[in-house]
């Protein structure tokens, strides 16, 4: 299916050398995409946007300060001034889907603190990339969160005309709808996934990268709703743990540390010659051109 695209006007680029710090929850720390060789034992689309980064500008620096299970308030508190305090060029922001987990989320409340965020974001003058929800359909087990994600969006991309952010429009990702593209637990996004929002997070930036995926048929079921074996097992190892951490008042990050809390440079494991970068990409609303990156000491 062709995911539908909306052009906007491309803000200004940031400048060279690169410095990238992601900012989010489980999300955006990798989770579903295991390495042990990795702080957390994790990997993610984040890592892989840093890696391409650095094989097109080898300057590019690199913070992950995402934690898993954070609440939105919790990742503006706990990560904001961190960010900031590195003075990076470019962040991207996801945040907000635990949130919408809850029995009781103000949409509109969280979106405020939200926007106040960004605007200090784009105040030092970062570029700054934004996530709409993931539209989680009809067979997850979130589908009843639809109507508050899709006015979570409509405040994302709102928020994103006033300060003149990119968007990564996670809702229009149809190809993500396939469950080979889940990890097991039915919430985060498996290996396939993570490396498929990264390919489209550098196609937004207008950056040439490597990063390939088999054809859908070929890559592994990790999950499947609807088979009743499936189902108890993933209710067992999943959703109970899950209630019980709400229940205690607890979360699966409370004994997590942020990954890169500091500036690290990662380089891909294979670092293949690319052609021209992709434009108009499936699930970007941007201009899908290329960002023209300053050189180093002409910003």
């Not at 992950?64 to 900031?84: F, M």
């Not at 949130?99 to 409340?109: S, W």
């Amino acid at each position: 299916m062709t995911e539908p695209t909306a052009p906007r006007p491309a803000p200004v680029p940031p400048a060279r050398p690169i410095r990238y710090v992601a900012l989010g929850d489980s999300m955006t720390e990798g989770v579903g995409d295991p390495d042990p060789a990795r702080p957390n034992g994790v990997r993610g689309w984040a890592d892989l946007v840093a890696e391409q980064l650095t094989a097109a500008h080898p300057d590019t620096r690199y913070a992950n300060l995402a934690v898993r299970g954070r609440l939105l308030r919790g990742i503006v508190e706990g990560q904001l001034d961190a960010c900031l305090a590195l003075e990076p060029t470019l962040v991207s922001l996801y945040a907000g889907g635990n949130d919408m987990l809850r029995p009781r989320a103000d949409v509109d409340g969280l979106m405020e603190v939200y926007e106040q965020a960004v605007a200090r974001l784009r105040s030092s003058g970062a570029e700054v990339v934004l996530f709409t929800a993931f539209d989680p359909g009809r067979d997850a087990p979130t589908s009843w969160t639809r109507p508050r994600q899709a006015l979570y969006n409509e405040h994302v991309r709102e928020i994103a005309d006033r300060h003149g952010c990119r968007v990564l429009d996670y809702w229009r990702m149809r190809a993500l709808q396939d469950w080979r593209y889940w990890a097991v637990d039915r919430l985060h996004m498996s290996t396939a996934g993570h490396t498929y929002v990264a390919a489209r997070m550098l196609e937004l930036l207008g950056v040439a990268h490597t990063l390939e995926l088999p054809p859908t048929d070929q890559l592994p079921v990790t999950a499947s709703p609807g088979v009743l074996k499936e189902d108890l097992y993933w209710a067992r190892e999943y959703l109970l743990p899950w209630i019980g951490r709400r229940l205690r008042g607890t979360s699966s990050g409370d004994a997590v540390a942020a990954r890169h809390p500091g500036w690290t440079t990662l380089l891909p494991r294979a670092v293949v010659p690319a052609g021209p970068a992709p434009r108009g990409a499936a699930g970007l609303r941007g201009s899908g051109e290329p960002v023209d990156w300053p050189e180093a000491g002409h910003a």
